[in-house]
């Protein structure tokens, strides 16, 4: 068995989302914490499941009333991790895993140091942009410069983390990530 917080970062477009699918599938016990988003949803995306959705203003007020473990501004959007999604599993022991972006690792490094973190990168800059192109979702084209730019500087941040899993095959990057995470979350 699995216990504690599990940080999964790296560049939008690496597959941390997949990987992470992929995990639980393999950790049948390891809980998503769902975030919360002021971004619209894309197709196929539920609320709830996905993320939470929410407008401007109530993202403000969970702000003001401390109810953010981490949030960041990506891609002129805002996310953030609802204390909520994390306090009572921790309690009961139940792992989870929380897939952000790097500002938000950086804070929950500082907040939470316990927990563990792996930045996922791209077998190549050219990979992760023939991915975001490849995911076809309008905003993300909209803003593909913007994405870009953030990732070459996410990218760069790599070295703050003592794991990186390179997502080059699917399969070898979730074994990888599957023995980190039994070998320190215990
Ligand atoms: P997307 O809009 O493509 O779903 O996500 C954009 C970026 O925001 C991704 O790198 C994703 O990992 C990150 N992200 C998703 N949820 C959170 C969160 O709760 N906090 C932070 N800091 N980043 C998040």
Redesign the pocket.
Known sequence: MVSGVLVV????GVG?GTLIENLRQRVPELEL?V???T?KPRPGETHGVD?WFLPDEEFDRRVADGEFV???A??G?R???LRSELTERVERGVPVV????L???R?VRATMPEALQIFIAPPSFEALRTRLVGRGDPE?LQHLDARLQTAREELAAQDEFAEVVVNDRLEDAVVRLEEIMRGAMR
């Open positions: 970062t790296g560049p939008s941390k914490s975030s919360a988003t971004r993320y981490e949030h960041a990506y891609s959007r996310y953030g991790t929380l897939e952000i972006e500002q938000g690792a804070q993300t």
